[in-house]
Nanobody, 126 residues
Framework: QVQLVESGGGSVQAGGSLKLSCVRSVTGSTDNRCDMAWHRQAPGKEREVVSSISIDGTTRYSDVVKGRFTISQDNQKNTLYLQMNSLKTEDTAVYYC??????????????????WGHGTQVTVSS
């Protein structure tokens, strides 16, 4: 069983910064972790991926946050981070940490986001 606990959300003015953290713990099962990611959901909108990072450290970003957000992980602390700079009002959303697990699909391994945190609210005001 995988548990994810986010922290670091809050309210900030446009142009400001926040750093989100997500602590991952695993109990009672083999850890078959693959990618981890941050997603967000704004009011009235669907959940969208913000950024992801693989075990080897390869990072990906959505176009709307590229250059402003930085994802990182500390494998010894089992913690995922999201440094958010130059925040905009449109970044207001609930941010969710997601942990991927390797699953076998049609005979090959895929990384599926199966475990999610409870979310942390980020509010950016003008």
């Amino acid at each position: 069983q995988v548990q994810l606990v986010e922290s670091g959300g809050g309210s900030v003015q446009a142009g400001g910064s926040l750093k989100l953290s997500c602590v991952r713990s695993v109990t009672g099962s083999t850890d078959n972790r693959c990618d981890m990611a941050w997603h967000r959901q704004a009011p009235g909108k669907e959940r969208e991926v913000v950024s992801s990072i693989s075990i080897d450290g390869t990072t990906r970003y959505s176009d709307v946050v590229k250059g402003r957000f930085t994802i990182s992980q500390d494998n010894q602390k089992n913690t995922l981070y999201l440094q958010m700079n130059s925040l905009k009002t449109e970044d207001t959303a609930v941010y969710y940490c997601a942990s991927g697990s390797l699953v076998v699909v049609a005979g090959h391994l895929e990384c599926h986001y199966k475990d999610w945190g409870h979310g942390t609210q980020v509010t950016v005001s003008s």
